[in-house]
Every structure is written in C-alpha cells, then in structure tokens.
C-alpha cells in the first residue's frame, strides 16, 4: 500500500508533496482509498462533504467503531502526515482478519477530506462540514490563490456542492473514532516509546495580518519619506517569536502576500498569516494580544495601518477520558500519553462523538516537510497497536 501511495502528487523537484483538495492529486488518492476498500470487501462511499467511509458491516446499526485520518497535503509536506494514519487502518484490518477477529461492531476506515487546509486556507474543512462548525455560507465563500471557489473547485471534480453541510445522523451512529497519525514532535524519540496516546490538542488559530501602507518608487524615494508596511511586518514577526517563548507557546508567520510585488517597488500591501498554539486558552490569548499591540507600535511608527482577521480557531480539546483510558488498558498500561500542537480530524469530530489519537514516534520531530520520516518497525507497531486497540472496541 505504501509503495503505491507513495508517487501520488510527490512533485519531482522539491521530494515534499502536494495533494490539494479536489485536485488531480486528491482525485488519485480518493481512486487509491476505493481500490484498497474494494480490495477488502468493503463498502466504500463518498458523504455529502466529499469524507471517504469505507464499511465492514452494516452502519446503520450505530455505534460503530471508525479509524482513519486524511490524505491531503501541504505544500511539499511528508509522506507520513495523513496518509499514515491511513495506510494502517487498511493494515490493522488485515491484521485483525488474520487473527480471525469477530466483529461485534461496524467498523469503517475514513479518509477526511481537506484536513490540512492548503488550497482554501482552513483546515479541517470535511470534518467541519460533518460536525456542523463550517456553515455552508462560509464554506461557499472559500476561495483558493487563483480565485476558484471551493463549489467550483468540488464540481469539477465531480462533487456536488450543494450538497454539502452537516452530517448528524451519521456521526450520531458512531461509538468511536480513533485516529492513529505520525507524531509531530519528538516527545516518545525522548522516551523511547514506538506508539503513544494523545491526552489533548493545544488550543490554535490562524490570524490574518494586513500591513497598509503607500506604494512608491524604491530607488527614489527618501527612508525618511517611506510608508513602507514591509517594516511593520517585520517586526510583527520578531515580535511573535518572543512572545510565544515567554508564554510558553509556539507562534509562527508562515506565508506571506505582498502588492506590488516589485523587486524596485516599495510595498502597498502586506499580508502575514499567523499561526499559533499554546497549551492553554489563557496563554493563546496573551500571546496574540502582545502581538498585535507589537504590530500597532510598530505601525504607527511607521505610518501604516494594521488589520488583523481572525481565520480559523479550535479551542483546546480533551480527549475523552474514559476511551483514552480503555485505550491504554488494551495496550498494556504502559503506553505514555501526551499532549500535542498540532490540530486533527479527531480534535474536530471530539464535540460530536468519542474520540481519541495513538501517536507513532518520529525520530526527528520533523513534520509538515519532505524529511518527516518514521521508521518501519515503528509503523509495524502503531499497526498492531492500531489493531489491538480495533479489536478491544470492535470486537468485544
């Protein structure tokens, strides 16, 4: 299964990956998570929000126990983000086959759609859509670089976006969702653990920065006479970097837009986007605050104007103890849990059904990159602990 994901929107020149919604990329990873469902016996079908489900079992019976995660990208991203997560719920299936497990439950395997976010900017976009925390009316205002609309980006690759909004009746029949996914950090590389069990998801939101200013001549016009936004970004950058260290977050400009645009022309237009994450609401909020008074000093300064659009947000998510808890007594007992930064399929669906995460060890904390890399055996484990988690929920 790996070998045949693997060249799917890897682009040649970079080694990272880029499976955007509803591009071509998207369209052969939906054929390759049919071909392997139909491979099983499996009843595979695509929900009104473009989320892959694909059944052993009748899932109308309810309280079905599903795993998964998604298969997109982001710009030149890993090869392990997602598609882990997917590539060992088809494996533990296999697995618990061969051990001749009985099911006792519907069990599904689910490939989410648009979880990173990269061509509409808002992640988690099929498992908003499901529990009901994307209305239609913004989902339908979504619109890539280029201008497409997430309707018109959806119908061309033979989706229909009418259809879309919440799903629950569906989530409503599901008892459990676990979603096994590539650590993001190197927490169990430090304590020497294959697989892990997540506790919480940091809280973490995206902010636009619009830096104003007056476009003009580079070359001729003097430092003194300049309203150049460029320098009220800057420091807004620098300004993250040092208020996320104090409060114990993290903070992060990673994509900038910039009108005119000219190598010999000072800039109209800046426009930043934040990311930030912190372990509590409280910290998020000092974080962002500084940040954004840092900003409006430096803009004043500097004779420019700064607004600030909040994108996206998630609050912290608990993962439901009680599962969390079942989860470590099937595998042992020993299994470390741990908090993490990064945002999931599982942290959205948490308000709507009982979920939880198992994490397998990246040896070098790299993700969201070409070098984001687990080691083999380690996926072995996070299979058999995959499975042995199915099989204590499903099968019991």
């Known amino acids: 299964m790996w ?12 080694g990272g990956y880029r499976r955007y919604a509803w591009t071509g990329a998207d369209t052969d990873c939906r054929a390759w998570f049919r071909a392997q469902a139909e491979a099983r016996g499996l009843l595979c079908e695509t929900d009104r929000n473009g989320n892959q489900w694909a059944w052993l079992g009748d899932r109308t019976v309810g309280d079905a126990v599903v795993t998964g ?24 299936l296999d697995e618990l086959r061969r051990r001749g497990a009985r099911f006792t439950r519907p069990l599904a395997v689910a490939n989410f759609g648009d ?19 994307l209305t239609r009316q913004t989902a339908f205002a979504l619109r890539d670089a280029d201008g497409v609309s997430l309707p018109q980006a959806m119908e061309a690759a033979g989706h229909d976006p009418e259809a879309i909004g919440p799903d629950p009746e569906r989530l409503a029949g599901i008892g459990a969702f676990v979603e096994l996914h590539v650590e ?32 003009n001549h580079a070359g001729t ?6 309203r150049d936004p460029m320098l009220t970004y800057a420091e807004t950058v620098l300004a993250a970097r ?26 109209s237009l800046v426009r ?24 409006r000093e430096r803009a004043e300064r500097d004779g420019t104007d700064v607004a600030v659009v909040r994108e996206s947000f998630t609050p912290v998510v608990e993962f439901e103890h009680a599962l969390r808890d079942e989860i470590g007594r099937i595998l042992g007992g020993s299994v470390p849990v741990l908090g993490t930064g990064a945002g999931h399929d599982a942290g959205i669906l948490s308000a709507s059904v009982p979920t939880a995460m198992l994490f397998v ?19 072995v484990a996070g299979v058999r602990a995959l499975a042995d988690v199915l099989e204590g929920l499903a099968c019991g």
């Not at 070998?3 to 970079?14: F, I, K, T």
């Open 3 to 14: 070998a045949d994901l693997a060249p799917v929107g890897r682009h040649p020149g970079s």
């Open 69 to 92: 995660s998604h298969l997109d990208s982001v710009p030149d991203g890993g090869a392990f983000d997602g598609p882990l997560g997917v590539v060992s719920s088809f494996a533990a």
């Open 115 to 133: 979880e990173e976010g990269a061509r509409f900017g808002l992640a988690c976009v099929g498992s908003r859509l499901a529990a009901g925390q």
């Open 184 to 215: 993001q950090g190197r927490a169990l590389d430090l304590t020497g653990d294959a697989v892990g069990v997540a506790s919480a998801i940091w809280p973490h939101g995206r902010w636009r920065f619009d830096f104003r200013g007056e476009a």
């Open 221 to 226: 016009t003097r430092l003194a006479d300049r």
């Open 242 to 267: 040092r208020e996320a260290e104090l409060a114990g977050a993290v903070a992060t400009f990673g994509k900038v837009a910039v009108e005119p645009n000219g190598v010999n022309a000072i800039p």
């Open 272 to 295: 930043g986007w934040l990311d930030s994450r912190a372990p509590d609401q409280a910290a998020l909020d000092t974080v962002l605050a500084a940040v954004e008074q840092a900003a």
């Open 361 to 379: 060890r990246n040896p070098t904390g790299v993700s969201h990159s070409p070098a984001e890399y687990a080691a083999e055996d380690d996926c």
